[in-house]
């Protein structure tokens, strides 16, 4: 079955960085287009980054929400089945849960990683 496992997060200060991590498996993991949201507290959940698959690769395939735009790339290793999120320039508002996504004929989701972005 589909398996999204986000190991990581934590506690992390303004201007600081991080990097997560989305191991999957399941499915043919080169062959699907993968997302981050995250979830605030007291917020709907967001989406904060896209990338496609391995038929849509390069720069052009990944995209971003304004709010993370030149702060935070997302990459995949589709040899190791993971999806990851490095977050540069932390700001307090990043602050929340992130979970990784997929869509194959429904949703799959990540368990969420709490990064507290605080001083």
């Known amino acids: 079955q589909v398996q999204l496992v986000e190991p990581g997060g934590g506690l992390v200060h303004p201007g600081g960085s991080l990097r997560l991590s989305c191991a999957a498996s399941?499915?043919?993991?080169?062959?699907?287009?993968m997302k981050w949201y995250r979830q605030a507290p007291g917020k709907e959940r967001e989406w904060v980054a896209g990338i496609g698959d391995v038929a849509r690769a390069g720069d052009r395939a990944r995209t971003y929400a304004d709010s993370v735009k030149g702060r935070f790339t997302i990459s995949r290793d589709n040899a190791k089945n993971t999806l990851y999120l490095q977050m540069n320039s932390l700001k307090p508002e990043d602050t929340a849960v992130y979970y990784c996504n997929t869509y194959i004929y429904q949703s799959y989701w990540g368990q969420g990683i709490q990064v507290t972005v605080s001083s």
């Open positions: 399941g499915f043919s993991f080169s062959n699907y287009a």
